[in-house]
C-alpha cells in the first residue's frame, strides 16, 4: 500500500496537492513536518503529524522533523485568537533536544539508509537572515493580497478577533514559506505535511518555491482530530496528555486513552497505531459483539503506551488499574514505582504521620481513628473491621489489636488504608 493510500484508510488525509501522490510513487522524496518547540515535551496532539513522518519513513521515502525555533520566536496565528509568549535560544535549544528523544522512539535517526530521518532548526538558518536581506529576497516575492487571503490572516482580523494581527505574526507564514525554499534548495525536500489549518502556510511556501526557482513542490495534510462530543482531542482537566513521563504519567497516559469512547477509540487506533487494516477491522467485529468487553480501547492503550513508553510502563499501568478497581495484590502494589503510585492514587484524602512515631508501632485502631482521620470514631473502625471492610495495603485487617509500624511502609513512605471497595485514603510517613 502506498503512503497516500495508507493514510486515505487510516482517515489521515484532508487536503492534497495535485500530483503529490505522483511525486511520491516516482522517487524517494524528503517530506517534513514542522514542530512547535515551546515546550520541553510533545504531547499527544504532536502525535498526529510525527505519526505521518513514520508511515512515510516505512513507505521508504524520508521524514524530516523541524523544530521551529525561530517560528517559536514568532508565534503562529493558525487557529489562534492570541499571541503566544516568546522563547529565548538557550530554552529553545533545551527544548529541541528533548523533543529529538522523543522522537527517536518512532523515527530512525541513526542508520545509514537513505530515507534516515532529519532533525533541523530552522533558527539555524533563520539566525543570520537580516530583515533588509527578508524583506528584499522573499518578501517582495508574495503579495499582500496572496497573504491576506488566507483563512488563519482572516480570521485574526475580522470580527472574531479582538486584538488583532500584530506585523511579526502576519509575517509568519512568509517566514514558514522560506523554511520550504530552504529545505527545498538544500534537502531535496519536495513535501509539506501538517494539519488541516496549516494548508495556507504550506502552500505560501509551495508558491515561493515556484515564484524564487521555479520548481515544484507539494502539499498534504491530515484532519484535525477531535473528540466525538466536539471537544478538543487531547486536553484534560488537568491539561494536555504529554509524552514526557514527568509531565504526564505512563499510568496517567494510559488511562486516557484506556477511557475514550467507542467512537473514538475506533478512529483512534487506526491513526495512532501501526496495527494492519486486517487487525484493526477484527478488533472492531469483536468490539461490536461485546462492547462491554472494551477491546479496542485496551488495544488502543497498549499500542500507544508500549510506543511511547515502554512495555514494562504499559504493563505497571494494567496492575495499577487492577489494583485501583479491586483485583489488584498487595505484591502488585507494593512493585509500582512512586510515581505510578502516586498517579494512581491522585486525589484521594491523605494524612501524614511521622515515621518516629512509627517505629514503635501505633495501634491500627488509634492510627485511623485518632492519628489520622480515615474513621470518624473507633466504634465505627472495629465494626468495619469485624464486617472485613478494613485493608491496610491490600490486604485485609481482622485484629483490631495489629500494631502498624514502618514495615507497613511501601516504597519506605506510604500507607494505604481502604475503607469497603472503593474508598481509599494515603497515609504519608516523613
Known sequence: MS????LKWRGMLHDIMPGTEEQLEKELTAAYVGIDPTANSLHIGHLVGVMMLKHLQIAGHQPIALVGGATGMIGD???????????DEPTLRHNQECLKAQLAKFLDFESKADNVALLVNNYDWMKEFSFLDFIRDVGKRISVNYMMAKDSVKKRLGEESKSGMSFTEFTYQLV??????????????????GGSDQWGNITTGTELIRRMDGGEAFALTCPLITKADGTKFGKTESGNVWLDPERTSPYAFFQFWLNTSDEDAERYIKIFTLLSKDEIGALVAQHQEAPHARALQKKLAEEVTTMVHSREDYEMAVEASQILFGKGTADQLRKLNESTF???????????????????GINVIDLLAEKTAVFPSKGELRRTIKGNGLSINKEKINNPDLDVNNDFLIGGKYILAQKGKKNYFLIIAE
Open 3 to 6: 503512503f497516500v493510500q495508507e
Open 77 to 87: 496565528p493558525s487557529g489562534k485568537s492570541q499571541e503566544r509568549n516568546l522563547l
Open 176 to 193: 514558514q514559506g522560506y523554511d520550504f525554499y530552504h529545505l527545498y534548495k538544500n534537502n531535496n525536500c519536495r513535501l509539506q505535511m
Open 342 to 360: 502516586l498517579a494512581v492514587f491522585e486525589g484521594v484524602p491523605q494524612f501524614n504521620i511521622s515515621k518516629e512515631e512509627l517505629a514503635t
